[in-house]
């Protein structure tokens, strides 16, 4: 096995992160072309250049920022472990940078995210939306440390990552006061009514049209959203009937809807995915524990690998 300097590691985390081998060598107590000389010899034992001068300063590139973060992780895990030895806190938030995928209702990912910023330790939260697949790119480069999803990372993704199952639930049907009359007759009453939908690349959307194709009903779609906030104003208007996680009833009940019925036909799951089979970051622990003892109150189940 090839094992990594950590001397040499550390001369290049301080640079990176003092912008300087100066200023990193008045931090370090060592002369400035002991550090250079000493970055220079992890950058060869890597194989790869991690620094590079711009002008009068020093830029990482882009395996200098992988690093980086790998850096930053070693790092503060070792402040970690020394001041758990000593029984005392680091004083120093730790990062947790989640990903969320755009169709994730907010709610929810406020929901699940929450318990993480009570933790007795400081917690310094970065949330980042965006497409799955861009996420688990993120995440295979520990840009993310988790990435919170509808749907699972499957094999296509091409990356090593773990699903972990945080609950499911059906779907229910919300609406306007001025529609909350088609609660009489559902689902039938359905068939012709005003229906607020999300996009048709959703799983949620898919699952929506399969069932009121076996329900035999035909809504009339008034608008299609790939934002459920932006959705969610329409709906406030009067213009459709919507669909929703059942965990989100009272949220939608507070916003003044009422609910017109549901199904457990349609089943909406929610996944944690990290490259780790047993999560170990405090924050990611605090989002499954409390999202399968909580939100959902699903058994304990074990991770599946996204694999061929």
């Known amino acids: 096995m090839e094992w990594l300097n950590y001397h040499h590691l550390l001369y290049f985390w301080t640079v990176a992160r003092t912008g300087s081998i100066s200023a990193a ?3 370090l107590r ?3 072309p002991t550090i250079s000389n000493q970055i220079h010899k992890l950058e060869d034992s890597l194989g790869e250049e991690l620094l590079r001068r711009s002008g009068r300063k020093l830029v990482l590139t882009d395996m200098g920022r992988i690093a980086m973060r790998y850096a930053d992780e070693i ?3 070792g402040q970690e472990f020394t001041s758990t030895m000593k029984e005392r806190p680091t004083g120093r938030p730790l990062r947790f940078c989640v990903g969320i995928a755009d169709v994730l209702p907010k709610v929810i990912a406020f929901r699940l995210i929450e318990p993480a910023l009570r933790l007795r330790t400081p917690i310094h939260l970065i949330c980042r939306e965006g497409r799955p697949d861009h996420l688990l790119a993120d995440l295979a480069v520990h840009d993310v440390d988790v990435v919170l999803s509808d749907t699972p990372a499957s094999p296509a993704a091409n990356i090593r990552a ?3 199952l945080l609950g499911e ?3 229910s049907f919300v609406a306007p006061k001025k529609l909350a ?3 009489k007759g559902f689902p039938r009453s359905l068939d012709g009514a005003p229906f607020l939908l999300p996009l048709d690349n959703t799983a949620l959307r898919r699952d929506l049209d399969e069932w009121c194709h076996s329900q035999k009903l035909r809504p009339v779609v008034m608008g299609e959203f790939a934002d459920l906030a932006l959705l969610r104003i329409f709906a406030e208007e009067g213009f459709g009937v919507f669909a929703v996680p059942s965990v989100m009833e009272d949220q939608m009940r507070q916003y003044g809807f009422y609910k017109i019925g549901a199904t457990t036909k349609i089943t909406v799951r929610i996944y944690a995915i990290s490259v780790e089979r047993q999560v170990r970051h405090p924050a990611v622990v605090a989002v499954c524990e409390t999202a399968r003892n909580g ?3 699903t058994s304990n189940r074990q991770p599946i690998e996204a694999k061929g």
């Open 25 to 27: 060598s008045k931090e």
């Open 295 to 297: 939100l959902f109150r």
């Open 30 to 32: 060592l002369a400035s």
């Open 169 to 171: 639930c059906g779907v």
């Open 181 to 183: 009359f088609l609660k």
């Open 162 to 164: 773990f699903n972990h």
């Open 75 to 77: 790092f503060s895990l």
